[in-house]
């Protein structure tokens, strides 16, 4: 599976989601879901502008992270976050699930068979740190995700 | 069978006008509608419930739906609209602007030339948005969004709220607007009805705004191994359609971009390579259809 470069995340944030404070590397743990495959269409990196129109965000709602998607030919995506804190990441893990409704709504009537891979998308807030992830191999994906997070 | 039946009897109706004519009589026009009238009718009950719906509320405007859409003179402007001009060779005169042809190649425009436009779309344009589209432009696009569904189904969400893409373009200042739909009606029974709602939506936006500028732009090809499977996805069909479209953009006085022509390899086709699935674009395409747009505008007057 190809990938388009990533870019440097430079976060190396504190989580707080496990039973102690552990940093999350979001470009470690990108790097490992492309390298295990779990997704079935090429993701390639969505420009932060308009990551934030296709995620439902507004212009304030700056996104610090990197989002990427498809060609629509698949429901899959991939959205690593970082909020400036914790009243802000909730705001986007809301923000997130109306994302993940509207993609369910949406590919409901257009590719049905894409409704598993929404059925079992991985949203996840770990402090200020935010996942989602949609993608084929949901499972091997889910265990990555915890491992980096928990 | 419904169909058939109504299209004999229109047969029928023609022979005794032409009869008629011969005897002096001139009850054509009146036949006509019939037949026209009656087809309509069967359309709507042929349709799935969720396009009748909105069909029956809107009868009365389309009685004319089963009926191919004809070129028509350029009659009298509706009030506001600028129309482009070009000079007659032969006489240096201002000549109106050839509605029927896609719009030509033009010098390039800058990206802020689309930070007053709107592209409405389905998922296609969903992708040309994240990989190519220019940022200062508002794009009204969902995946699966349909000429239909344009109008009823709570699709995209402004300010927090889900609304109709009709809804959507209320709430939207704008001066230009592209419109790519038709990939997912290509299955539909009858293309008029996809033309009339295709209508529909361009009336929607001259109410919105009636100065601005229209683009219909052509629905892009789909691979040569999509295009084999022998689904309604096939080229066949979206010539089909495009060439509906081309008449749709001379009959209400639009323009009609080829952006198909920009994706599109020496055979017509969407090149392999450039598709995961035959049908969405690679990043690398969605830049050649923005490409293209830079290139077909057309510069009204002021």
């Given amino acids: 599976m190809k990938r388009m470069p990533l870019i440097i995340l430079s976060a190396l944030l504190l989580s707080g989601c496990g039973q102690e404070v552990k940093t999350v590397d979001l470009s470690a743990l990108s790097e490992e879901l492309f390298e295990a495959e779990v997704f079935e269409e090429q993701l390639f990196e969505v420009q932060t502008d308009m990551a934030q129109k296709a995620l439902g965000f507004s212009e304030e709602q700056k996104i610090d992270g990197a989002v990427y998607m498809g060609t629509a030919a698949t429901a899959e995506e991939l959205v690593l976050l970082r909020a400036p804190d914790k009243e802000t990441a909730t705001n986007y893990y809301d923000l997130l699930s109306e994302h993940l409704k509207a993609r369910q709504e949406q590919y409901s009537g257009y590719l049905p068979q894409e409704a598993y891979k929404l059925e079992n998308a991985i949203l996840t807030q770990c402090d200020t740190v935010l996942v989602l992830c949609i993608a084929k191999e949901y499972e091997t994906a889910e265990e990555i995700i915890l491992s980096h997070t928990k | ?302």
């Fill in chain 2, 1 to 302: 069978m419904m169909v058939i039946r109504i299209r004999w009897m229109q047969r029928m109706l023609s022979l005794l006008c032409a009869a008629a004519m011969v005897a002096g009589l001139s009850a054509c026009s009146f036949a006509g509608a019939i037949g026209e009238r009656t087809e309509q009718e069967t359309t709507v009950n042929q349709e799935s419930d969720d396009t009748t719906e909105t069909i029956g509320e809107a009868t009365d405007s389309l009685s004319s739906a089963a009926k191919e859409p004809e070129l028509k003179e350029p009659e009298s402007k509706e009030p506001g609209i600028k129309e482009p001009v070009t000079e007659d060779p032969d006489n240096g005169e201002p000549a109106p602007y050839d509605y029927t042809q896609p719009v030509p190649e033009t010098d390039a425009v800058e990206d802020d030339y689309f930070s007053d436009a709107v592209f409405i779309g389905n998922s296609r344009t969903e992708g040309f948005m994240l990989y190519a589209g220019p940022s200062e432009a508002t794009y009204i696009t969902a995946v699966g969004l349909m000429v239909d569904t344009f109008f009823k189904k709570p699709y995209i969400t402004v300010d927090g709220k889900k609304v109709t893409a009709a809804e959507a373009l209320k709430a939207t200042e704008f001066s230009k607007v592209y419109i790519m739909l038709g990939m997912n009606e290509l299955g539909w029974v009858y293309p008029s009805v996809f033309i009339e709602y295709y209508g529909k939506i361009i009336d929607a936006i001259r109410e919105e705004n009636p100065e601005a500028a229209i683009y219909i732009q052509s629905i892009l090809p789909v691979t040569a191994k999509k295009d084999a499977e022998g689904t309604v996805y096939n080229n066949q069909r979206i010539s089909e359609y495009n060439d509906l479209l081309l008449k749709l953009a001379a009959e209400k006085e639009v323009y009609y971009v080829d952006v198909a022509s920009a994706v599109a390899g020496e055979d017509g086709k969407l090149p392999e390579e450039n598709s995961f699935d035959g049908v969405h674009l690679y990043p690398p395409s969605c830049q050649q259809w923005l490409t293209y747009l830079k290139t077909h505008t057309v510069e009204e007057t002021p």
